[in-house]
């Protein structure tokens, strides 16, 4: 009996319009009025994610910055793992010689040092998601997107960084060329040690500590909560939910995941964009697993 479920978010439990489809919060309603525990598994952090959840009036546990912090329903934080500074200063280096645009997630909230960067980094993400779109009103939905983000913006990271009551949790960055542009910064990145590099997309990495991983963080929960790693379901589409889908009990890929998360889960459900989170929490509830 699945007693735990947990769901990426972005092209997993969001469509491509990067909303919550309304059967997949009612699914999520289901599963939380059978007992079951939903969880979301996402590389966002908490200001970013929470809005696109209580639009439908939801509450659930949040694993972070995937699994570098861990939020319950009441917004206290449950698990805390930073980069340690000296660290986060080099891969910063890292990855302005290589010219990437790139933001830090902080106890502060996600820091960005160019706003109009940020704006372009999400239209060409709303065009990847959406081919049909022309790119000038990718450009406007970015822009009004950017107004219901609580981001802040700095000249330079340097001044955050020197600054020792400053928490880095996780660095990305993006690069619309895809995959390959980052292969020298892995291999960089590698070489410093004890960091966790993964992707939520072709167009990005994700940096964390070695231990603030998604699968890390859902097993630290089921074991705070008395559940068995068999009873856990764990929904996701891309690399850094490898973790997740491998240690869960049922590991459940999206019909869009990637193909590496397609080779490991032990189910796939239906796409992102034809409510797949709604479908695979029915068969937790009707018992098919």
């Known amino acids: 009996m699945i007693k735990i479920i947990a769901s990426d978010m972005d092209a997993t439990l969001l469509n491509n319009r990067m909303e919550v489809s309304q059967k997949n919060a009612d699914a999520i309603k289901a599963a939380q009025a059978a007992g079951i525990d939903f969880m979301v598994a996402t590389g966002r952090g908490i200001a970013e994610a929470k809005p696109l959840i209580t639009t439908h009036n939801l509450e659930t546990e949040f694993i972070t910055l995937n699994g570098a912090l861990v939020i319950d329903k009441t ?30 997630y902080t106890d502060d909230g996600t820091v960005s040092d160019s706003k109009v960067r940020r704006i372009q980094n999400v239209a060409d993400l709303l065009v990847v ?4 779109q022309p ?6 939905l970015a822009a009004a997107r950017l107004e219901l983000m609580n981001i802040k913006y700095v000249t330079s990271y340097d001044a955050l960084l020197a600054d020792p009551k400053t928490n880095v949790y996780k660095i990305i960055a993006f690069d619309k060329r895809g995959k390959k542009a980052f292969d020298d910064a892995k291999v960089q990145l590698a070489a410093l040690g004890n960091l966790a590099v993964s992707s939520s997309s072709d ?26 790693m068999s009873e856990v379901m764990a929904i996701g589409d891309n690399i850094n939910d490898m973790s997740m889908i491998k240690m869960a009990g049922v590991g459940v890929a999206m ?4 193909p590496d998360i397609l080779a490991v ?7 992102n964009t034809k409510d797949g989170v709604a479908k695979a929490i029915q068969w937790a509830l009707d018992g098919k697993i």
């Open 265 to 271: 889960a032990d189910k796939t459900t239906d796409y």
């Open 255 to 258: 019909a869009n995941a990637v």
């Open 135 to 140: 790119y000038k009103i990718a450009v406007a």
């Open 75 to 104: 917004g206290k934080e449950v698990v805390s793992i930073p980069i340690p500074q000296t660290r986060a200063a080099k891969i910063v280096k890292i990855l302005k010689a290589g010219d990437f645009y790139f933001e830090l």
């Open 129 to 132: 998601l959406n081919p049909d």
């Open 203 to 228: 167009n990005n990495i994700e940096i964390n500590d070695i231990n603030a991983q998604k699968g890390m963080a859902l097993k630290r929960y089921a074991q705070f909560k008395g559940v068995d």
